[in-house]
C-alpha cells in the first residue's frame, strides 16, 4: 500500500511539473492522440462500432451516411449499383431502396443494387463530397434535384471540409470552395466536426435525456400514411417557404450549378453514368406563385444538363400523383410512393441501359 501511495505521488508530482521534458512529452502524447482519432474517423475504422450505438435519433441520417460510406469504401459492393442523392424529397420517395431496385429490373432494366445516399437537407457539395468518397465502380449515380437544393452558400459548405456535418474528407469540394469560403478553426482535418459530433451525441442522448445509451433503430422514412397536412395548411405555407427561398436561390445558384456539373464530372471519372431527376413537388399546394420561380430553375438545370450531356428524368407529370398521396409540398406517402416509384425505375431502367453491358 505504502509503495502504491508513494508511485501515485512520484506521478501527480511529475504532472504538476514545469520541466520542459514533460510538458514536451504531454504535448507529444495529446499529439498521438489527435492523430490516432483523426485516423480512426478518416479511415472508415470507426465502422468496428455497431451503428445502432453511434445514433442520437432515429432519424439521424448523417451519421448513417458517413457511416454508410465508410463501410462502402471498406467493402465495395459487386456488380452495378444505382446510388441516389438528393434530400429529404429523395428519402421519401419510394418505400425502400430494395423496392425501387426490383421495380427497376421489371421495367426491363439490368439487376442492380440500390443504395440510398440522400440525406435530410443534404446540399450539392455534401452530395459532391459524397461521390468523392466512394469506390469506383459501374452503374449510375440519380441525382436528385429541387430550387431548395440550390439555395446553399459557400460558407455553409466549407464546414464540410473540417468533417460536419459528415464523416468525410473531400479534395473535391475544397478545391471547388478555393477563394468563395474557408473555414478557420484550430484543429485540423476532421476533428472539428469530431468534436462537434461529440457535444452532440453527449446532448441528445444524455443531457436533454436519461442516461440510456440503448441502441437506436435507424429510420428512412420521418413520414407515413398518417397526420398528412390539409390543403389549406400546404397552400399556407407553400408563400412562406417561397418568400425565404427565393432570396438564397438568387444568392446561391451559379455556385451550386457549378457544384452539379463538378458532381457530374466526378461521378463519371468513378465510371458512372449520372442522371438528374426532379424530387417530388405538390404543384396543387405550391399553385401559380411557384411557377416563375420553378421554371427560372428548370431551365438553369436544363442548361447543366444539356451542356453536360445529363437526362433529366421527371416523373411528376406521368405519375398521377394526387394532393393526398404528399405528407406536405415535398414529402410522399406511401400511396405516392407507389405512384412514383413504377415510372422512375422506368426512367432509371433507361439511363442504365448504355452501362448494362458493363462487367
Same mark, same amino acid.
Given at each position: 500500500?505504502?509503495e ?11 504532472l ?12 507529444? %502524447?495529446?499529439?498521438?492522440? %489527435? ?6 474517423v478518416?479511415s ?20 448513417h ?6 463501410e462502402l ?6 456488380g452495378?449499383v ?21 421495380a ?19 446540399s450539392?457539395?455534401e ?8 469506390p469506383?465502380?459501374?452503374? /449510375?449515380?440519380?441525382?436528385? /434535384?429541387? &430550387?431548395?437544393?440550390?439555395? @446553399?452558400?459557400?460558407s ?12 468525410? @474528407?473531400?479534395?473535391? %469540394?475544397a ?17 472539428p466536426?469530431?468534436?462537434?459530433f461529440a ?12 442516461p440510456d445509451?440503448? &441502441? ?14 390539409? %390543403?389549406?395548411?400546404?397552400q ?10 427565393r ?7 451559379a455556385?451550386?450549378l ?5 458532381v ?6 468513378k465510371?458512372y453514368a ?9 404543384l396543387?399546394?405550391?399553385? &401559380?406563385?411557384w411557377d ?23 416523373v411528376?407529370?406521368?405519375?398521377g400523383l ?18 412514383? @416509384? ?7 431502367? /433507361? ?6 453491358? @458493363?462487367?
Amino acid at each position: 500500500m505504502h509503495e502504491a501511495s508513494t508511485a501515485r505521488g512520484a506521478l501527480l508530482r511529475g504532472l504538476r511539473s514545469r520541466s520542459p521534458l514533460v510538458l514536451v512529452a504531454a504535448a507529444l %502524447l495529446a499529439i498521438a492522440a %489527435l492523430v490516432g482519432l483523426q485516423w480512426f474517423v478518416s479511415s472508415g475504422a470507426f465502422t468496428v462500432l455497431p451503428e445502432r450505438f453511434m445514433l442520437r435519433i432515429p432519424n439521424d441520417d448523417y451519421v448513417h451516411l458517413s457511416y454508410r460510406v465508410a463501410e462502402l469504401r471498406r467493402r465495395p459492393p459487386a456488380g452495378r449499383v444505382v446510388y441516389l442523392f438528393g434530400g429529404s424529397g429523395t428519402m421519401e420517395m419510394v418505400r425502400s431502396p430494395n423496392a425501387l431496385a426490383t421495380a427497376i429490373r421489371a421495367a426491363g432494366g439490368p439487376r442492380v443494387t440500390v443504395i440510398s445516399l440522400a440525406a435530410h437537407n443534404q446540399s450539392i457539395g455534401e452530395t459532391l463530397a459524397v461521390i468523392d468518397n466512394l469506390p469506383r465502380g459501374h452503374g /449510375l449515380l440519380a441525382i436528385g /434535384l429541387s &430550387p431548395n437544393r440550390l439555395i @446553399t452558400a459557400p460558407s455553409a459548405d466549407a464546414a464540410q471540409l473540417t468533417g460536419s456535418p459528415l464523416a468525410l @474528407t473531400s479534395a473535391r %469540394l475544397a478545391a471547388a470552395l478555393a477563394g468563395r469560403a474557408s473555414a478557420h478553426h484550430s484543429l485540423p482535418g476532421l476533428l472539428p466536426g469530431v468534436f462537434g459530433f461529440a457535444v452532440s451525441y453527449a446532448d441528445q442522448r444524455i443531457i436533454t435525456r436519461s442516461p440510456d445509451l440503448s &441502441p437506436i433503430t435507424y429510420s428512412t422514412h420521418y413520414h407515413t400514411g398518417n397526420g398528412v397536412a390539409a %390543403l389549406s395548411a400546404k397552400q399556407a405555407g407553400g408563400p412562406i417557404e417561397l418568400a425565404r427561398e427565393r432570396p438564397l436561390y438568387a444568392a446561391n445558384s451559379a455556385y451550386n450549378l457549378s457544384l452539379l456539373a463538378d458532381v457530374v464530372r466526378l461521378g463519371r471519372e468513378k465510371g458512372y453514368a449520372v442522371v438528374f431527376f426532379q424530387q417530388p413537388l405538390d404543384l396543387v399546394a405550391s399553385g &401559380p406563385a411557384w411557377d416563375a420561380y420553378l421554371g427560372s430553375y428548370r431551365a438553369a438545370v436544363a442548361v447543366v444538363a444539356r451542356r453536360l450531356g445529363v437526362s433529366d428524368v421527371d416523373v411528376e407529370p406521368v405519375a398521377g400523383l394526387r394532393e393526398d398521396d404528399f405528407y406536405d409540398m415535398f414529402h410522399l406517402i406511401d400511396s405516392g410512393r407507389d405512384k412514383w @416509384t413504377p415510372p422512375f425505375a422506368r426512367g432509371l431502367a /433507361l439511363a442504365l441501359l448504355p452501362t448494362a453491358a @458493363t462487367p
